[in-house]
């Protein structure tokens, strides 16, 4: 049991008081009150009478917990606790005045007394939250704050209703609910009108005047979510919802967050089946390379919840790989009903061989999730040795110690843009996708490769920056009109990662049924106006132009009119075999050995030379 700190043993005290003078005051003001309705009754022994009742009435409430409630946030279950101990102590004495033919006091009297004393007990534990109720409704009054719609009105927009009583940093006045169970429809939730169902939404948003609106619906079908947010966001209107129980952590307050991007996106939600996973992980010794990248670090929460014998984090970025190492070993400490794995992080370069090799040599891991990568094309197109250096070479090197060093499977991060690749950075996952093919023809080690598109919110992707330039004012730059891309978010991209892990038998490439792509200009409208502004009015769209080896459309498979495509037990999943080898490693290794002698164009000839679709002039429209 945590000592008491000496505060709360003030707060504990102080209420001690009160409840002693509630309960003197209510035999006293019963007296004078049947006094003047001119009832006589005989008060023999109530002074010695009272210095039993007073500490024992104090002790019994003291055991049944009402000295340990939140005065903060003093609910009905609290209420109806100090409730039921008052009659209960009130009731035992009834029940010896009557055993003993006590005269001290009339049982009648009693319907008073307790009345009174409920009522001097509660007041001061609700004082706080009566005075942040007046004080809102006040506000409510001189129409200060955002004139909101809450969407659902049930147990969830009941909280919505409690988070904007008690939390001073919000600035809402609750308007109206709507609610999807038309029987509800002219009642009231919390004081608040419910005036229609979800399909009246627009007509009350203007008959209403509503300026923010809360999505608190638990169980609402991705279709009709994103219908209403985009309804909303189309009418200028900032939407925001309340986290349910499944997403905040325990013991964290329920809050009220901004809508995700995705929640926007017309696409539905890529669900993978994650049966196998954790037998394929469990008791394994796992290492992710780049595990603190956007992609690593998810690899590295959701293996490490499928409780591997170890998880080795390598990674070149250091603080990245930090912030990791600090969240997951923070998680372990927290559940300690659950059996974590090791966890050991290093720092080093892929493309480092000797350095790579003291953490095979060391650790002796048994599944390589490769996620290394140099990811950003235009950067890229710049440092095209860089890219190389990483990218190839540093999966070669991953690729043959994972073969010298028994690792059961290896699994390649890859891209779209391996696809037909206009830029350097294409270029080098494709060759990274054909070292393992390669290196799987004469290998124990079972090598696979992943390929998807682009993930929502990863460090530098289109997402961040434009929340970037909507915070700063705009303008938001689209490089063009037209320009579309596959997204999917970032535990989707791992659980494909995964789940391709299981599937591998032999050399596969895997690619993922990603539904439509988005159009980034449109991503990009949406997105301001989920800021509350209004395109090319608050915040200007630029069209920028296309950078240096970015396509218009991003390609999933290597060719999609003679593509040998396999579906995997899970339907989103295929698998693409491909005839392309690499032409020879001798040729590969005197490439790598002349890396410094090249300049930056003379090594985009020398990829073509190994990548035969890739085109390095061209921008893929």
Known sequence: MKPIKFKSLIGIYKYMFFDAISIILSYLLTMWMFNIMGINFTYDGLLLALAFIVPSKIVIYALVGIYRILTRHTGFEDIIRIVGAVIFTNLVIILFIFLANSSFMSESAYLFITLIEITLMIFPRILRRLRRVLAYQFKWLKSIGSRTLIIGAGSAGELVIKEIYKNKDLNNIPTAFVDDNKDKIGKKLMGVD????????????????????????????????????????????????????????????????????????????????????????????VLVTGGGGSIGSELCRQIFALQPKKLVIFDIYENNAYDIQMELLRKSQKDHNIKYPELDVRIGSVYNKTRLEEIFKQFKPTVVFHAAAYKHVPLMEDSAVEAIRTNVLGTYNAALLSDKYNVKKFVLVSSDKAVRPTNVMGATKRFAELIIQHQQQNSKTVFSAVRFGNVLGSNGSVIPLFKKQIADGGPVTVTHKDITRYFMTIPEAVSLILQCGVYAKRGELFVLDMGEPVKIYELAKKMIKLAGFQPDVDIMIEVVGLRPGEKLYEELLVDDKTQNLAQTDNKKIFTETVDNKLPSIDNFEALIENLECLDNNEIKKKISEFIDTYQINGNGH
């Open 194 to 285: 419910i005036v229609g169902t979800l399909d009246d939404i627009p007509d009350v948003v203007r008959k209403y005047h509503i300026e923010e609106a809360i999505l608190a619906i638990k169980e609402l079908p991705k279709d009709k979510q994103t219908k209403i947010i985009n309804e909303l966001v189309n009418m200028h209107i900032k939407v925001k919802r309340l986290n349910i129980l499944e997403e905040y952590a325990e013991n964290q307050k329920p809050a009220l967050v901004d809508i995700k991007v995705e929640d926007l996106l017309d696409r539905e939600v890529i669900h993978l089946d994650n049966e196998g996973i954790e037998a394929f992980i469990k008791d394994e010794v």
